[in-house]
């Protein structure tokens, strides 16, 4: 197996598609009262927080990232999220709720990128900047967002593809329509544009391998990961491989975990993909009766959490890719300093690792791997 430290260093021309005046200076509306602040620091400045959930121990370490930036900057702020990200609904009351404190500042991490747009529109209409991290929204009302503090998810996606594809490429080949292997891919939502993002960037780079190998691959499953996939696909009865592709009804481990097991108890399944950590913490909880992860079904998983890391260490996962949520969350704070300052700002790429059993101690790994 390939083992390799992949720094994924997004630039403006990456996320061009998803992110809304990538690559150009915005200028920075003035604070609430119009007025600028000046120091250097914070000053007495108050932000409001808004996470897709605490469901996870992700969002935790991008709150330890903000808290950095309060300790540092002299701020303040406050979180909220509701239960899951799925609770698209909650989350959007809670914006709203933000919005009319009034606060020098917000840092959204959207559940549904669709769900936040008449919000943002308000935050506009009251002055207060906006800044999106770890997903963007891109339909955006133009202004709204001053910056988005972002991974590429679908270089992300890919690379765990790459990872996962030179673990099975010799059953790859020798697949036919007649001896079909099937991989899985449980991904959390299909309304958050990072999940989708990673989700298909997993898939089209799997299909590229594949294909560059001369196999004919279809994608069955959900619908919207099925009508967004770019890359060319045949009808399953034709197809040598077999991307199957599941989303829970609502984000939690256990139902996670029962679309994994679907995937997994299928004989002809040779790999999966959990394209975040609860989808990610579902694979091995199915796994917790079937026990084939890590013997017959190589997995990978995203994001990292005491559960995943072990699962890593243990061999059950290959490895994973990490993102840096305390980096999201310091930076969206200091961001939004800038703009309260009168500086102008940008989008700001962030990076994402590839860790395994061999590499995940290493000084540019470790400190991403959240518990």
């Not at 490429?169 to 299909?190: H, L, W």
């Not at 829970?248 to 790999?271: G, H, Y």
Request: hydrophobic fraction near 45%.
């Amino acid at each position: 197996m390939k083992k390799k430290v992949l720094a994924l260093l997004l630039s403006g021309c990456m996320v061009a598609g998803l992110l809304a005046g990538c690559g150009a200076k915005k200028e920075a509306p003035a604070g609430n009262d119009g007025a600028k602040k000046e120091d250097d620091k914070g000053g007495d400045l108050h932000f409001e927080v808004v996470v897709k959930s605490f469901q996870s121990s992700y969002w935790q370490a991008a709150i330890q990232g903000m808290n950095e930036a309060k300790k540092e900057l002299g701020i303040d702020f406050n979180a909220t999220g509701p239960n899951a990200e799925s609770d698209i609904a909650d989350q959007v009351n809670m914006l709203n709720n933000a919005i009319n404190k009034n606060p020098d500042g917000i840092a959204l991490a959207a559940c549904s990128q669709d769900s936040v747009l008449e919000s943002l529109q308000m935050a506009l209409d009251k002055k207060i900047p906006v800044v999106c991290f770890d997903a963007a929204v891109p339909d955006a009302p133009e202004g709204s967002v001053v910056s988005t503090v972002v991974t590429d998810n679908g270089a992300a996606g890919a690379v765990a593809a790459e990872h996962v594809y030179e673990a099975v490429k010799d059953q790859v080949a020798k697949a036919s329509k007649d001896a079909q292997v099937r991989v899985g891919e449980v991904n959390q939502d299909a309304t958050s544009a990072n999940i989708i993002e990673r989700g298909l960037g997993f898939i089209n780079k799997f299909i590229e391998l594949a294909t560059a190998d001369g196999k004919k691959v279809a994608v069955v499953g959900n619908d919207l990961f099925v009508d967004q996939t770019e890359a060319e696909v045949v009808a399953e009865k034709e197809a040598d491989v077999i991307i199957e592709v599941a989303v829970p009804a609502q984000t939690t481990v256990e139902l996670s975990a029962t679309e994994a097991a679907n995937i997994m108890n299928k004989d002809n399944t040779i790999a999966m993909f959990g394209s975040n950590q609860v989808t990610a913490e579902g694979l091995l909880t199915a796994n917790q009766n079937l026990n084939v992860l890590g013997d017959k079904i190589v997995a990978a998983g995203f994001d990292a959490g005491s559960v995943i890391k072990q699962a890593v260490k243990d061999h059950v996962l290959l490895g994973a890719v990490t993102q840096s949520p305390f980096m999201m969350g310091k930076l969206s704070l200091e961001t939004l300093v800038k703009v309260n300052k009168g500086e102008a700002v940008e989008d700001i790429p962030t990076d994402g690792y590839w860790y395994d059993s061999e590499n995940m101690e290493e000084p540019t790994i470790a400190p991403n791997l959240y518990d």
